[in-house]
């Protein structure tokens, strides 16, 4: 049985807000899954509602580490004495290693691990085959897609996963994703995410072939038109991705442009995340759209051979 509690922190990044979850594991031990963002009355709520089904909280399990998933592991831990445990590589304070590709004991359930990275390298997905569940964290959510941004993000894998996850659990009967309602149709959306990743490289593969060399900033305007700027960035940091794989791939060139970038094409390639949200938001949108790496230097990329 599979309970949200839904945190306050809606935004653009976060849809209606973070979902943390509580499993239900048999002999009255819970799994929390992804706290969330710092927000005591939210851990409030956590602890109340496990306790209302007669629920001690057993372990915590974060799937990555973002700013709107992470950092209430702590408090929940302070309130339950529950370990956190998190990825290998997780920078998030934890007190154990989340098996990957391995089970995890809690209650009477074996809950599988899958290393999930894509999203952040630091992802992974949690498994609970009794009730079929696949929480997916930001690897899959409840509605729109995922940004996947360099330099934490990355394409390649992120397709990996995603195969992997149709691989691995063919009997997955509910996505319960980071953000988002329940999915039910799990092998149509993970097909979905598949073909929609597959379609945008095919778009810039098209866009390289007929139009030559060419900038992100043309590209995204190429794909995605001019009329939607606040999303530029994101569109720019996904094409990016894309063209990263590509160039991995031998299947794209990049080459340096000897020029400085225009305003515009700043404006298209690094957000600007100042004054657009409140402080969490603004911390959330940072890490989703990899605002860590401005870019400065234009380069103009081109098929290869
Ligand atoms: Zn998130």
Not at 6 to 19: F, H, I, K
Request: net charge negative; aromatic share 4%.
């Amino acid at each position: 049985v599979v309970t949200t509690v839904r945190a306050p922190n809606p935004s653009p990044m976060t849809l209606d807000g973070t979902n943390s979850y509580i499993v239900d594991c048999g002999n009255g031990k819970a799994l929390a899954i992804d706290p969330g963002p710092d927000i005591e009355s939210h851990v409030d709520r956590i602890v109340e509602t496990a306790a209302a089904q007669g629920l001690r909280i057993d372990a915590i399990a974060v799937t990555h580490g973002h700013p709107d998933h992470a950092p209430a592991a702590a408090i929940l831990k302070r309130r339950t004495g529950a370990p956190v445990l998190a990825h290998p590589s997780s920078r998030v304070p934890h007190d154990a290693d989340l098996p990957l590709n391995g089970t995890l004991r809690v209650g009477a359930r074996d809950i599988e691990v899958m290393d999930a990275p894509g999203h952040t390298f630091e992802h992974v997905v949690l498994y609970e085959p009794r009730d079929a569940a696949l929480f997916t964290g930001d690897v899959i959510l409840g509605q729109g897609t995922v940004l996947i941004a360099p330099p934490h993000g990355s394409m390649h894998a992120y397709r990996n996963t995603l195969h992997r996850l149709l691989e691995k659990f063919p009997n997955a009967q509910t996505i319960y994703g980071g953000h988002g309602p329940p999915v039910h149709e799990v092998r149509a959306k993970i097909e979905d995410y598949i073909a929609h990743r597959q379609l945008r490289e095919r778009e810039i593969v098209d866009a390289l072939a007929d139009g030559g060399t060419q900038t992100i900033p043309e590209l995204v305007l190429r794909i995605y038109g001019d009329d939607r700027t606040e999303l530029w960035p994101a569109m720019a940091r996904q094409v990016l991705a894309h063209l990263i794989e590509l160039e991995d791939e031998g299947r794209v060139t990049a080459d340096e442009v000897a020029r400085a970038m225009t305003e515009r094409e700043s404006t298209i390639m690094n957000p600007h995340i100042d004054g657009r949200f409140d402080a969490r938001s603004a911390s959330v949108a940072a890490e989703e759209l990899g605002a860590s790496k401005r870019i400065d230097v234009l380069h103009s990329y081109r098929l290869s051979g």
